[in-house]
Nanobody, 114 residues
Framework: QVQLVESGGGPVQAGGSLRLSCAAS????????MAWYRQAPGKQRELVAR?????RTDYADSVKGRFTISGSIDHSNLQMTNLKPEDTAVYYC??????????WGQGIQVTVSS
């Protein structure tokens, strides 16, 4: 089991930046990938960025060039720049650790005003 705690969200104006952080504890040795998801009101949760333990990264097309995921086995960060109102959502830290599967943080609100 992995426990996750997010921090760093809040309100920001369009064009601004925010940095989200996620601290992981528990069975860290089994983590294969760390990721950030988001869910906007009335929409499905979507993958924003993911980083595998061998350093491979993937990004949603909507955030490529603006967001950067980084971190290591016990934490991940999501640096968000040039934020847009459509980035407004609850952001969730996620880890995938076989054989347990996915673990999720509690979620943190990011609100981008125009």
């Amino acid at each position: 089991q992995v426990q996750l705690v997010e921090s760093g969200g809040g309100p920001v104006q369009a064009g601004g930046s925010l940095r989200l952080s996620c601290a992981a504890s528990g069975r860290l040795f089994s983590i294969y990938a760390m990721a950030w998801y988001r869910q906007a009101p009335g929409k499905q949760r979507e993958l924003v960025a993911r980083m595998t333990r061998d350093g491979r990264t993937d990004y949603a097309d909507s955030v490529k060039g603006r967001f950067t995921i980084s971190g290591s086995i016990d934490h991940s960060n999501l640096q968000m720049t040039n934020l847009k109102p459509e980035d407004t959502a609850v952001y969730y830290c996620n880890v995938f650790a076989p054989p347990q599967g996915d673990s999720w943080g509690q979620g943190i609100q990011v609100t981008v005003s125009s």
